[in-house]
Protein backbone atom coordinates (compact mmCIF):
# COMPACT_ATOMS: atom_id res chain seq x y z
CA UNK A 1 0.00 0.00 0.00
CA UNK A 2 2.83 2.28 0.86
CA UNK A 3 4.55 1.99 -2.54
CA UNK A 4 1.02 2.01 -4.54
CA UNK A 5 0.92 6.12 -2.43
CA UNK A 6 4.54 6.63 -3.90
CA UNK A 7 3.12 6.54 -7.07
CA UNK A 8 -0.42 7.36 -7.19
CA UNK A 9 0.80 10.53 -4.99
CA UNK A 10 3.60 11.65 -7.21
CA UNK A 11 1.33 13.80 -9.51
CA UNK A 12 -0.28 15.72 -6.69
CA UNK A 13 2.80 16.48 -4.80
CA UNK A 14 4.94 18.01 -7.65
CA UNK A 15 1.73 19.93 -8.17
CA UNK A 16 2.07 21.28 -4.94
CA UNK A 17 5.79 21.60 -4.54
CA UNK A 18 5.45 23.76 -7.96
CA UNK A 19 3.59 26.07 -5.89
CA UNK A 20 6.87 27.71 -3.69
CA UNK A 21 10.84 27.76 -4.44
CA UNK A 22 12.65 26.12 -2.23
CA UNK A 23 16.26 27.81 -1.09
CA UNK A 24 19.23 25.30 -1.47
CA UNK A 25 19.92 25.75 2.49
CA UNK A 26 16.47 25.15 3.74
CA UNK A 27 15.81 22.61 6.42
CA UNK A 28 12.84 20.42 5.52
CA UNK A 29 10.30 18.42 7.36
CA UNK A 30 7.60 16.07 5.81
CA UNK A 31 5.56 14.94 8.32
CA UNK A 32 3.46 11.92 7.54
CA UNK A 33 6.30 10.74 5.16
CA UNK A 34 4.50 7.87 4.31
CA UNK A 35 6.27 5.76 1.73
CA UNK A 36 9.28 8.10 1.57
CA UNK A 37 8.42 9.68 -2.19
CA UNK A 38 8.21 13.26 -1.15
CA UNK A 39 11.32 13.07 1.03
CA UNK A 40 12.96 12.11 -2.23
CA UNK A 41 11.63 14.80 -3.79
CA UNK A 42 12.43 17.97 -1.20
CA UNK A 43 16.25 16.24 -0.93
CA UNK A 44 16.24 17.00 -4.58
CA UNK A 45 15.71 20.62 -4.14
CA UNK A 46 17.77 21.61 -1.03
CA UNK A 47 21.60 20.90 -0.23
CA UNK A 48 20.48 20.75 3.56
CA UNK A 49 18.97 17.85 5.59
CA UNK A 50 15.68 16.89 4.79
CA UNK A 51 13.95 15.28 8.01
CA UNK A 52 11.04 12.61 7.55
CA UNK A 53 8.56 11.90 10.65
CA UNK A 54 5.70 9.59 10.79
CA UNK A 55 3.94 7.43 13.59
CA UNK A 56 3.65 4.15 11.59
CA UNK A 57 6.36 1.81 12.12
CA UNK A 58 5.79 0.30 8.38
CA UNK A 59 6.10 3.87 7.00
CA UNK A 60 9.04 4.24 8.41
CA UNK A 61 10.54 0.95 7.37
CA UNK A 62 9.52 1.86 3.88
CA UNK A 63 10.62 4.93 3.43
CA UNK A 64 13.73 4.23 4.88
CA UNK A 65 14.71 1.67 2.24
CA UNK A 66 12.99 3.88 -0.66
CA UNK A 67 15.83 6.66 1.01
CA UNK A 68 18.61 3.86 1.73
CA UNK A 69 21.41 5.99 -0.20
CA UNK A 70 20.36 9.31 1.22
CA UNK A 71 19.93 8.32 4.79
CA UNK A 72 23.28 6.87 3.92
CA UNK A 73 25.10 9.63 2.74
CA UNK A 74 23.71 11.65 5.59
CA UNK A 75 21.53 13.94 3.75
CA UNK A 76 18.24 12.48 5.02
CA UNK A 77 16.82 11.06 8.17
CA UNK A 78 13.72 9.15 9.23
CA UNK A 79 12.22 9.30 12.77
CA UNK A 80 9.11 7.39 14.27
CA UNK A 81 7.13 9.79 15.96
CA UNK A 82 3.42 11.59 15.98
CA UNK A 83 2.87 14.92 14.47
CA UNK A 84 1.41 15.83 17.98
CA UNK A 85 4.52 15.60 19.87
CA UNK A 86 7.29 16.08 17.23
CA UNK A 87 11.32 15.81 18.56
CA UNK A 88 12.83 18.84 17.44
CA UNK A 89 13.56 21.89 19.67
CA UNK A 90 11.18 25.20 18.24
CA UNK A 91 12.37 27.39 15.56
CA UNK A 92 14.09 24.17 13.19
CA UNK A 93 12.89 24.00 10.02
CA UNK A 94 12.56 26.48 7.48
CA UNK A 95 9.95 24.22 5.46
CA UNK A 96 7.19 21.95 6.71
CA UNK A 97 5.16 19.83 4.40
CA UNK A 98 2.42 17.38 4.77
CA UNK A 99 1.22 15.13 1.56
CA UNK A 100 -1.83 13.58 2.34
CA UNK A 101 -1.41 13.54 6.02
CA UNK A 102 -3.50 16.62 7.90
CA UNK A 103 -6.69 14.93 7.80
CA UNK A 104 -5.63 12.16 9.91
CA UNK A 105 -4.06 14.15 12.54
CA UNK A 106 -5.53 13.36 16.03
CA UNK A 107 -6.31 16.80 16.97
CA UNK A 108 -6.16 19.19 13.74
CA UNK A 109 -6.03 22.22 15.64
CA UNK A 110 -3.19 21.32 18.21
CA UNK A 111 -0.95 19.41 15.36
CA UNK A 112 -0.91 22.76 13.16
CA UNK A 113 0.47 24.45 16.68
CA UNK A 114 3.07 21.67 16.80
CA UNK A 115 4.52 22.16 13.47
CA UNK A 116 3.95 26.51 14.29
CA UNK A 117 6.36 25.43 17.40
CA UNK A 118 8.67 23.76 15.13
CA UNK A 119 8.87 26.05 11.79
CA UNK A 120 11.49 28.91 11.83
CA UNK A 121 10.11 32.65 11.58
CA UNK A 122 9.67 33.00 7.85
CA UNK A 123 9.29 29.81 7.52
CA UNK A 124 6.33 27.83 4.45
CA UNK A 125 4.09 25.21 5.95
CA UNK A 126 2.65 23.23 2.83
CA UNK A 127 -0.40 21.29 2.86
CA UNK A 128 -0.86 19.26 -0.29
CA UNK A 129 -4.18 16.91 -0.58
CA UNK A 130 -5.83 15.01 -3.58
CA UNK A 131 -9.35 15.17 -1.44
CA UNK A 132 -11.02 18.34 0.28
CA UNK A 133 -14.67 18.96 1.48
CA UNK A 134 -16.35 20.60 -1.56
CA UNK A 135 -14.15 19.60 -4.55
CA UNK A 136 -15.96 18.28 -7.52
CA UNK A 137 -14.21 14.87 -8.11
CA UNK A 138 -16.39 11.32 -6.86
CA UNK A 139 -14.12 10.00 -4.19
CA UNK A 140 -14.00 12.90 -2.42
CA UNK A 141 -18.00 12.75 -2.16
CA UNK A 142 -17.70 9.25 -1.29
CA UNK A 143 -15.20 10.07 1.55
CA UNK A 144 -17.13 12.75 2.83
CA UNK A 145 -20.23 9.93 2.93
CA UNK A 146 -17.94 7.80 4.65
CA UNK A 147 -16.41 10.08 7.25
CA UNK A 148 -17.10 8.37 10.13
CA UNK A 149 -15.84 5.36 9.49
CA UNK A 150 -12.45 6.46 8.04
CA UNK A 151 -11.77 8.93 10.27
CA UNK A 152 -11.03 11.43 8.01
CA UNK A 153 -11.53 15.02 8.93
CA UNK A 154 -12.04 16.99 5.52
CA UNK A 155 -12.63 20.78 5.49
CA UNK A 156 -13.62 22.82 2.77
CA UNK A 157 -10.56 25.77 1.48
CA UNK A 158 -11.99 28.11 4.18
CA UNK A 159 -11.61 25.61 6.53
CA UNK A 160 -7.94 25.70 5.79
CA UNK A 161 -7.67 28.74 5.94
CA UNK A 162 -9.79 29.63 8.68
CA UNK A 163 -7.43 26.73 10.57
CA UNK A 164 -4.04 28.10 9.63
CA UNK A 165 -5.07 31.47 10.86
CA UNK A 166 -6.20 30.49 13.89
CA UNK A 167 -3.15 28.90 14.51
CA UNK A 168 -0.89 31.99 13.55
CA UNK A 169 -0.34 31.22 10.02
CA UNK A 170 -0.10 34.18 7.80
CA UNK A 171 0.27 35.05 3.60
CA UNK A 172 -2.07 32.20 3.36
CA UNK A 173 -2.61 30.95 -0.09
CA UNK A 174 -4.44 28.31 -1.20
CA UNK A 175 -4.88 26.65 -4.17
CA UNK A 176 -7.46 24.14 -5.02
CA UNK A 177 -8.56 22.49 -8.48
CA UNK A 178 -12.09 21.06 -7.99
CA UNK A 179 -12.50 19.20 -10.94
CA UNK A 180 -9.23 16.60 -9.53
CA UNK A 181 -9.85 16.92 -6.13
CA UNK A 182 -6.41 18.57 -5.32
CA UNK A 183 -5.85 21.40 -2.41
CA UNK A 184 -2.22 22.99 -1.67
CA UNK A 185 -2.58 25.04 1.16
CA UNK A 186 0.73 27.43 1.59
CA UNK A 187 1.48 29.65 4.61
CA UNK A 188 4.22 31.79 6.65
CA UNK A 189 5.30 31.62 10.20
CA UNK A 190 5.49 35.26 10.80
CA UNK A 191 8.43 37.09 12.51
CA UNK A 192 10.90 37.63 10.27
Not at 145 to 151: D, F, S, T
Amino acid sequence: MLRNMNSRHSKVTDWGLSHLVIGRSSTVLDVGCGGGRTIAKLAALTDAKVFGVDYSAASIAVSSKFNRRLIESGRVEIRQASVSKLPFANDTFDLITAVEAHFWWPNLSDDTREVFRVLNAGGRFLIIAEVYRGSMVRNARLVEKHLPKAGLKLMTIDEHRALLQEVGFREIEIDAVSERGWICCNSVKPGK
